[in-house]
């Protein structure tokens, strides 16, 4: 067993920026062929689409609303259609809609609850039936430690990312037998465009409740994905790996 992932081909969501560019350009660096979705960003999906090919992979870089699972279903099948299989699901779509339960409104909670969790559901029931007639394939998706901890002024995030785990420990009881896994990352405080925009005030607090006394970067969270998604987890299902320095203990 190896962490290559040649002969693989792999579809990461939200694959255009941040931690998702990295986990779709880390899978490519290792032998997978890699899709990628994106919602409007479509200058940086094209310029990750175009780093996967120099790396000598097939990209596809396809737009689509997460919350739609008419276009997940039209996704997985251009994919397979083209691909013949789809081997490797990294479920890493996510926006954030923060203020305190006093002052968050119906559509702040609503929109982050659709494109948090529904899009987990909408992707993983889309590549289910390939997967199994694959017999086999690895699901990993994309959670926070604040699913875990919760964070004051984040109960539409923290909501959402704790569906996601449940939602996966459901997933791989039920696809187990069909040789299935269903994983989940829980990144803590991880550099990206979202955090650029954090005080930095309440950057130095997170700093200070992280044992490893330092952010995260990308790219560690897009190891551990590779890890996941490679035959070198291939006992491990239904388990929550925390990238967070320590964060959560």
């Known amino acids: 067993m190896s962490l ?7 579809l990461v969501t939200g694959g255009s920026r941040g931690i998702g560019r990295s986990i779709a350009l880390m899978l490519a660096e290792y032998g997978a062929d890699v899709a990628l979705t994106y919602h409007s960003s479509t200058d940086a999906a094209n310029e990750v ?5 120099d790396l000598g992979r097939n990209a596809k ?9 008419d276009r997940a279903d039209e996704v997985v099948s251009a994919i397979t259609d083209d691909w013949e299989k789809l081997d490797i699901l990294v479920n890493n779509a996510g926006i954030t809609k923060d203020n305190l339960i006093l002052r968050m ?5 609503d929109q982050v609850i659709e494109t948090n969790l529904k899009s987990i559901f909408n992707y993983s029931k889309a590549v ?8 086999g394939g690895s699901i990993v998706n994309i959670s926070s430690v604040v ?5 004051a002024g984040q109960s539409n995030y923290a909501a959402s990312k704790a569906g996601i785990i449940g939602f996966t ?5 039920e696809l187990a037998s069909r040789n299935i896994r269903a994983n989940v990352v829980a990144p803590g405080y991880i550099v990206t465009e979202m955090t650029d925009e954090l ?3 309440l950057l130095d607090a997170i700093k200070e409740d992280t044992p490893l006394d330092r952010a995260g970067e990308a790219e560690e969270v897009a190891a551990t994905v590779l890890f996941l998604s490679s035959d070198l987890s291939s006992y491990i299902t239904g388990e929550v790996l925390r990238v967070d320095g320590g964060m959560a203990m």
């Not at 409104?105 to 909670?109: K, L």
């Not at 420990?169 to 009881?173: C, G, I, L, Q, V």
């Open 4 to 10: 290559s992932l040649e002969g693989k081909t792999a």
């Open 49 to 53: 689409k175009e780093e996967i090919e």
């Open 61 to 69: 870089a396809i737009q689509a609303d997460a919350v739609d699972l």
């Open 105 to 109: 409104n119906e559509e702040q909670w």
């Open 128 to 135: 289910a039936k390939p997967m199994m007639r694959n017999r």
């Open 147 to 151: 699913g875990i901890s919760g964070n």
């Open 169 to 173: 420990k459901s997933y791989a009881k």
């Open 199 to 201: 005080d930095e005030d």
